[in-house]
């Protein structure tokens, strides 16, 4: 439990998850000695303040030389503090710790800054987040409003910030001179035109309907009648404005961030969430889409150039390049399935062949070609399909349906697709999980697909070329919705997912499930040392072990698939500790030449048997990432057993 195959070999425990809403990460903490000559009544967690240059720190533990601080202002000096009457000697010191003293500072640190992150919307909001998403470098969640509806939010220095949704205005016949950034006057009300949206015609032959989205308007109201703009703009206003708003609560939300342009800085973020309108967002402007009259989709896709969404048994597309017509007159259309799509993916094609999966809730269908003009729907699976939010990509198409876990991938001749298992050695566990399924995204640093299940337990599928391996985690927050992908403008990867506290975490951060304790355990199988019915006098074990910071671990074993008949071992050793650290990111004389970071860590095991199970754990909030590479066994041969 709790832990992960590594995709280069051994297995490793797995990283923890943190809070956020763009305050600085928790893990990110850092700790400082302040020397004191009196600790006078000063107690944890208390901020103190020097009386003299007004510097401050939070306390967050007090030892023999002085006080541990966190969230330092200011610079110290030799002064008292206002709060508890201590004598201090400042500045403060930093580096003064290593090993396992360093590790839990750090980690006392990182509870304080945790305290600091707030749910979504908190206090305007309630109830679970609905979806989480990253678009140019900023965090977006959706949760409901206590008032009715649902907010959307965007991470920031200083926490959550709701984001204003404008207002938008129908309008008809609007001329070439209608533009985006005009104001728009009729009368005495005026506001700034933000975005034209035009749903059927074209400005240019000046018979057109659709809807500008504005600013608050100044002065007043609209109403139904003519309008003009700041560059020459005339067009026919059809009603008077409202404003936009997320209106039915409870939806689950599904984006994709796509380019309908070409130009590089028009990539845009897309949502549907099954009970409102799709929406366009490009980080100002929010647009409402209108793919027909009642139609809330649930799934959404990027393909040849098209806006695609799903809804019940159908799926409808835009316009070529278009994502705000879809009207059938400028090649927007509709494909009637015989199935609910449960989600749509793009897979690799040639230069003549464009293919998408199109996932139904029972069987799986290819849609090749590049338009309405072409395009040709095949059935390629009558009997499998996948689970809404499961289809995941990474290289080949990963899904969960109710056979358990199935990929897809181009076989030799392009356009062609072949579909296999990968767990069919877990399948028992993954049926009784099925009904539970919650998420899914992928990690791509490590290579692994991961299913998520609303009673906290996960499965993380390491790929390897050769095999899959899954292995099972267990979170104390649900994970209900989440967003995996690259750093805006860098390479690095980042995953975060929403819970039903509300709360947005991101993953492979720090050494805790935020705050908690990570518990997690290993128990290999049992080993012949390639000497079947061979009794053997086992003596020494050896971990070959690689950390990325302070680490411990205890280890015990068991013989002769622990038959009550032999002598087991009845202690738990706790075999070693490791302590990273790279050599250009030293203080001199502010480190220990004792730390290692790669070891070998070897246990007695003294007892006589066939074969020995080795098993590991450990549960801990400030203990970081390690891999276990391999073990080597030290025994000697007795006889072979009658």
Same mark, same amino acid.
């Given at each position: ?41 000063? !107690? ?9 240059? %007004? ?9 023999? +030389? ?29 580096? !003064? ?21 707030? $749910? ?7 109830? $679970? ?14 949760? #409901? ?28 016949? *609007? ?44 002065? %007043? ?37 796509? =380019? ?5 800085? @028009? ?8 009970? #409102? ?40 597309? !835009?316009?070529?390049? +278009? ?8 090649? *927007? ?20 062949? *464009? ?30 399909? *996948? ?14 349906? @109710? ?35 919650? @998420? ?23 790929? #390897? ?113 490791? &302590? ?8 001199? +004389? ?11 860590? !070897? ?7 066939? =074969? ?5 754990? #450990?549960?801990? &909030? ?14 000697? $041969? ?5």
């Amino acid at each position: 439990m709790n832990m992960e195959e590594n995709i280069l070999g051994g297995y490793a425990t797995i990283k923890g998850y943190e809070r956020f809403d763009g305050r600085p990460s928790p893990s990110n903490a850092v700790y400082h000695l302040l020397p004191v000559t009196d600790k006078g009544s000063v !107690s944890v967690v208390v901020t103190i303040v020097g009386a003299s240059s %007004g510097a401050a720190a939070v306390v967050i533990a007090i030892t023999d +030389d002085g006080f541990v601080v966190t969230k330092t202002t200011g610079t110290w000096g030799a002064e008292n503090t206002t709060t508890g009457g201590a004598s201090v000697t400042g500045p403060v010191i930093g580096g !003064s710790f290593a090993g396992e003293a360093s590790a839990q500072y750090t980690n006392l640190a990182a509870d304080e800054y945790r305290a600091d992150i707030a $749910p979504v919307g908190a206090g305007v909001c309630s109830g $679970p987040v609905l979806g989480v998403w990253y678009y140019k470098g900023i965090v977006y969640a959706f949760r #409901n409003k206590i008032a009715g509806g649902v907010g959307m939010f965007r991470s920031s220095a200083t926490g959550w910030q709701e984001v204003s949704l404008g207002y938008e205005v129908a309008f008809s016949n *609007a001329n070439t001179n209608t533009v985006e950034g005009d104001t728009l006057t009729q009368g005495g009300v005026t506001a700034v035109i933000n975005r034209v949206v035009v749903e059927s015609g074209t400005l240019l032959s000046g018979v057109n309907t659709g809807r500008l989205i504005i600013s608050a308007p100044a002065g %007043g109201n609209f109403a139904a009648g003519a309008a003009t703009s700041t560059s020459g703009g005339a067009l026919t206003l059809s009603v008077a404005q409202t404003a936009i708003t997320i209106q039915n609560p409870n939806g689950r939300f599904e984006f994709l961030n796509s =380019n309908f342009t070409g130009n590089v800085n @028009d990539v845009r973020m897309y949502g549907v969430d099954g009970l #409102n309108r799709p929406f366009e967002f490009d980080g100002t402007v929010f647009v409402p889409l209108n793919p027909g009259s009642g139609i809330h989709p649930n799934h959404i896709a990027s393909h040849q150039n098209h806006l695609f969404v799903s809804y019940l048994s159908s799926i409808l597309h !835009s316009a070529i390049g +278009d994502p705000y017509n879809w009207t059938t007159t400028a090649g *927007a259309g509709e494909i009637a399935l015989s199935d609910h799509v449960t989600g749509m993916m793009r897979q690799v094609g040639s230069s003549n062949v *464009a293919v998408m999966a199109i996932y139904c809730r029972n069987r799986t269908y290819m849609l090749y070609g590049t338009d309405a003009t072409e395009w040709n729907v095949i059935i390629y699976s009558d009997d499998v399909g *996948a689970l809404p939010y499961s289809i995941q990509k990474m290289g080949e198409t990963f899904v969960m349906d @109710d056979r358990g876990v199935t990929t897809l991938r181009a076989a030799q001749e392009f356009g062609n697709f072949m579909q296999s298992s990968i767990s069919q050695r877990v399948r028992t566990w993954l049926a009784a999980k099925r009904h539970l399924f919650s @998420d899914s995204h992928i990690a791509r640093d490590k290579g692994q697909y991961r299913l998520f299940f609303v009673d906290g337990s996960a499965a993380y599928w390491t790929i #390897n070329k050769d095999r899959a391996a899954m292995m099972p985690v267990s979170l104390p927050n649900k994970v209900l919705c989440s967003v995996s992908t690259e750093v805006f403008g860098g390479g690095d990867e980042v995953i975060f997912f929403g819970s039903d506290n509300g709360m947005v975490y991101q993953m492979e951060k720090g050494t805790s499930f935020d705050g908690n304790n990570i518990e997690w355990y290993l128990e290999l199988v049992f080993n012949y040392s390639k000497m079947y019915r061979g009794l053997k006098k086992y003596r020494r074990i050896t971990f070959d072990i690689i950390a990325e910071g302070y680490f411990r671990f205890s280890s015990t074993y068991a013989l002769n698939y622990n038959d009550t008949n032999t002598a087991q071992p009845n202690i738990t050793h706790n075999v070693g500790k490791l &302590d990273y650290f790279f050599w250009d990111n030293l203080v001199w +004389d502010n480190f220990f030449w004792d730390g290692v970071s790669v070891s070998s860590m !070897s246990m007695e095991t003294p007892g006589d048997g066939e =074969n020995i199970s080795i098993q590991i754990n #450990n549960n801990s &909030d400030y203990h970081n990432r390690a891999i276990f590479n391999g073990v080597f066994l030290e025994f000697s $041969p007795l006889r072979m057993l009658r």
